[in-house]
């Protein structure tokens, strides 16, 4: 099982050959991940368009608890010098609790524990 951040979003969506992969995996994802990639979207398509691209990855948002504000803060003052996104440091801590690996193509979590780097 695998958390999709943002950029594993956008390349499952593009149909990448390095998220190829992927493609039949549940997407585990949080809202704001969601958000970061609607967001991206509404740069390249007309809503319409995103709107269904958001559709098709049939995202399965994973609640965010008290505990994950704490650990994903905790995370990133932990690893301040990599200047980590709030939404993948939350990301992360998700993917952990839920069991999934944190898939990603962020350079600054290549080699961490519990992550899968694709660029």
């Known amino acids: 099982m695998y958390f999709f951040d943002t950029y594993a979003l ?5 149909g990448s050959q390095n ?14 991940h969601l958000y970061e ?8 398509f007309e809503e319409s368009k995103s709107r269904e691209a958001m559709g098709r990855l049939g995202a399965n948002k994973i609640e965010v608890l008290d505990r994950d504000i704490i650990e994903a803060s905790k995370f990133r003052r932990q690893n301040r010098q990599k200047r980590l996104s709030y939404a993948d440091c939350m990301g992360y801590i ?3 609790r ?18 899968e780097f694709v660029k």
């Open 37 to 44: 990639f609607f967001y991206s979207a509404l740069g390249e």
């Open 10 to 14: 956008i390349e499952k969506n593009k």
């Open 94 to 96: 998700l993917a952990k």
């Open 98 to 115: 839920i069991g999934a690996k944190f898939l990603t193509g962020d350079k600054e979590f290549r080699g961490m524990e519990n992550v």
């Open 19 to 32: 998220y190829e992969k992927y493609s039949g995996e549940p997407v585990m994802t949080s809202v704001f």
